[in-house]
């Protein structure tokens, strides 16, 4: 039992940092960003393609960070200078991005196997906690800064941080490029630990990323900005628990990974609505016995008093 759940916790750690990316876009900015797909890709064929040439492990992740911080940057351009709608300008760049991971990569899968990568000689398990942590903490100080406050009211009410002087295109562009520096980033450590870098592997990140999101934010809560942090850090652990027990099931297979994907998001987003129709059919119950209560009560003093006029 301690390999499966050890293995998912790795897999949670691994992908809380793109968790977070999908946090600071669908949660602070309230953008739709569907860039992570391509971003995630862009991350892990940069930082394979220099580890594969002999490049530092640690400078070649920095690059795939700096990689996603340029695709997020491009598609908040699109979104702010091209005045193209939000949800198009993330599918736009995301089909670009399919065509420059190729011309970064120069072939659809990158082997690792024999490389030295940042997990050589050390547990994913001992690093990953530990960087986490890091960029967990740096980003509540980034949160609290005026930048940062800036950040998550433009998100709020984008017209009224206007009426303030403040430049909401450069807040939403410095928002969805960190976003995506993130994404990246996790999709450079992501090919380290499994060996290799896929064109096609970023596929299908965005909904894992939202599951993470809501399922902490169901289970931990975010009432503040240091508690959803550490929420959807958890969120992500708590995903891919999950789904290694769901892919425990003798009738499920490992293709069944997208579907059980799905299935795990569509519950998490039902679950509180459902939660919220208990509770007030509940409290309505409440109020309603309290009221009879309290009608039958003052029926019998009603009661008592007549019968003493008698």
Do not use: C
Request: no cysteine; net charge positive.
């Amino acid at each position: 039992m301690h390999g499966w759940f050890g293995g998912a916790v790795e897999l949670g750690l691994l992908y809380a940092l793109m968790a977070l990316g999908v946090y600071i876009t669908f949660r602070i900015l309230d953008f739709p960003d569907l860039t992570v797909d391509g971003s995630f890709t862009t991350g892990a064929g940069i930082a394979a393609v220099m580890i594969s040439h002999g490049a530092e492990p640690w400078l070649a992740t920095l690059a795939a960070f700096g990689g996603g911080l340029a695709a997020g940057a491009l598609t908040g351009i699109l979104h702010t200078k091209g005045k193209i709608n939000g949800l198009l300008s993330g599918i736009l760049m995301m089909i670009a991005l399919y065509s420059i991971n190729l011309r970064i990569m120069g072939r659809p899968n990158i082997s690792l196997i024999r490389s030295e990568t940042i997990f050589t000689g050390v547990s994913v398990l001992v690093i990953m906690p530990i960087i986490v942590i890091a960029i967990k903490l740096l980003l509540d100080v980034y949160f609290r800064t005026d930048q940062g406050l800036s950040l998550r009211a433009t998100g709020d009410n984008a017209r009224m941080i206007r009426s303030f002087g403040a430049n909401t295109d450069n807040t939403k562009i410095v928002g969805i490029s960190l976003s995506n520096g993130l994404v990246a980033l996790s999709g450079a450590m992501v090919a380290q630990q499994g060996g290799f870098a896929d064109i096609s592997m970023g596929i299908g990140m965005i909904v894992i990323g939202l599951a993470s999101v809501i399922i902490g934010e169901a289970i931990f809560g975010a009432k503040s900005i240091v508690r959803a942090t550490l929420a959807v850090v958890l969120g992500s652990i708590v995903y891919r628990i999950i789904v290694a027990i769901a892919l425990r099931v003798e009738w499920l297979k490992a293709s069944d990974l997208k579907l059980i994907t799905a299935i795990i998001v569509i519950v998490a987003l039902v679950f509180p609505s459902v939660r919220k129709y208990m509770k007030e059919k509940s409290n309505a119950r409440k109020r309603s016995a309290q009221l009879l209560a309290k009608a039958a009560s003052e029926s019998t003093t009603a009661g008592r008093n007549l019968t003493k006029e008698g």
